[in-house]
């Protein structure tokens, strides 16, 4: 496959926009995929953007609108006349269309609402009323449901029929009179099978749902464990009332991932691109974390000042590094065991399993270090650089990194699974909070050692 070149794509439009030779733009525009089209309307000016936009086909039209920036999209709504807003709309999948919505401002949804059909305009409104998150929300009503008592080629005959409104036909669902669930069958068990033989002989009867009110993130685990290309989506009373596709779990997979690296690092998600973010709303996004975090690690301070008239500079010196290491081993468990509970590898009753084989990991690392910083001290900070390392000194620091190691292992991996038990995200309790935890610890650990062992210093 050739590989897609975004500024070579760009120049040759630019040169043909130039040249106004549109009729050989819209040629090279269509030939493209709709993702490369959506990253090339991104480079455009705003005043060309539109006009470049209409040289597309209906179809492309539709598919290239789905993979633009929300602020594009808006864009060129605004612009829209209503005429070009349903024939862009009428185009596109259902649930691209309520992603779209949940986007926009309310003078733009109510364009798009009054534009769609009685239809399209009672299924958009029931799947806005599904809770945030939930699995309702991110499901297609267009799916291709069939009947027990359906011959297979009755079956080809209503998929030829139903298949250009559809956004998945190659799994088919089985329902009963009441629209509820009773198997599912493929369009490849459809095709190795006689015209005259009966669904319900050839369907699989056992099958892998969800509810509306489901967790889309636990949906799509499950989707990724039974490598299911589509999952059935049912109601209360195990009705069918849509379906949940692959390419929805991917962008639900790719949104709590960010979600979660945003966490982890101490910053408010959002559903921004970067360069797309206004400088305010990045520091929003920021501030209240790094406040919050500010005045936790002043617990730091009072435990220095505490001990300040009690040990010796030299002592003080090795405190970073007692700190940094502790905080990088406390962030290690802590983001292994927050992806654990996030593909559900680890659950809360494994704790006391996770605890012993955190506390057996730590004691070897805590040796290691402790060992190698105890010779490092003596060798290259006491002989090469002069520095009054003492064996005695050299051993409290190298037994404080050892206290601190293994306790910084041991919150790193508690503090998320804590976080789960009590409902919080795991991802919340990440490195910026379990490295202030640390700090404040190792530093009594330290100076606790340092004023029992070395009490003339």
């Not at 005695?392 to 038990?421: E, H, N, Q, R, Y």
Request: proline fraction near 3%; aromatic fraction near 8%; glycine fraction near 4%.
């Amino acid at each position: 496959m050739e590989q897609f070149d975004l500024q070579e794509f760009v120049d040759k439009v630019h040169a043909l926009l130039e040249s106004k030779n549109y009729r050989e733009l819209k040629v090279v525009l269509n030939d493209e995929m709709p993702q490369d089209i959506a990253l090339l309307l991104e480079e455009l000016p705003d005043k060309v953007m539109p006009p470049v936009f209409r040289l597309l086909t209906k179809e492309n039209a539709a598919d290239v609108f789905v993979e633009m920036s929300t602020d594009s999209q808006e864009q060129l709504l605004s612009v829209f006349s209503d005429a070009e807003l349903k024939s862009v709309f009428e185009e596109m999948f259902l649930d691209d269309v309520v992603d779209v919505i949940e986007e926009m401002p309310a003078s733009v949804v109510k364009r798009i609402i009054n534009q769609a059909d009685a239809e399209t305009r009672n299924q958009i409104n029931q799947i806005l009323q599904y809770k945030k998150d939930s699995a309702g929300t991110i499901m297609t009503v267009e799916y291709v449901s069939l009947k027990a008592h359906w011959t297979v080629r009755e079956c080809f005959d209503r998929i030829r029929k139903i298949a250009v409104d559809r956004e998945s036909i190659y799994t088919c669902y089985v329902t009963d009179e009441k629209r509820k669930l009773i198997g599912v069958v493929t369009v490849k068990d459809l095709l190795l099978n006689t015209y005259e033989t009966l669904v319900r002989d050839i369907m699989e009867e056992d099958v892998i749902f969800c509810t509306t009110n489901d967790d889309k993130e636990q949906v799509a685990l499950t989707m990724s464990k039974y490598d299911l290309y589509a999952m059935p989506v049912v109601d209360g009373e195990n009705r069918v009332v849509g379906i949940i596709t692959i390419d929805d779990v991917l962008d639900v997979i790719e949104e709590e991932t960010t979600e979660d690296i945003a966490k982890m690092t101490a910053v408010t998600p959002t559903n921004e691109a970067y360069l797309e973010q206004s400088v305010w709303n990045t520091w929003k996004s920021r501030m209240p974390w790094l406040l919050i975090l500010m005045i936790s690690a002043t617990f730091t301070g009072i435990v220095i000042n505490a001990y300040e008239s009690r040990l010796s500079a030299l002592l003080f010196a090795c405190v970073p590094m007692l700190m940094g290491t502790g905080g990088n081993a406390g962030s290690q468990s802590s983001v292994t065991i927050i992806r654990g509970l996030a593909v559900n590898d680890i659950e809360p009753r494994d704790t006391l399993k996770v605890v012993w084989k955190e506390l057996r990991v730590s004691l070897l690392l805590a040796l290691c270090l402790g060992v190698a910083c105890f010779g490092k001290l003596m060798l290259i900070d006491g002989l090469l650089l002069g520095y009054p390392y003492t064996w005695d000194v050299c051993l409290v620091v190298s037994l404080a990194l050892f206290g601190t190691v293994v306790l910084a292992k041991l919150v790193g991996c508690l503090m998320p699974i804590l976080a789960k038990i009590l409902k919080l995200d795991p991802a919340v309790v990440a490195s910026p909070f379990i490295t202030t935890i640390v700090d404040v610890l190792s530093l009594v650990i330290y100076c606790q050692i340092a004023t029992h062992v070395l009490p003339a210093i």
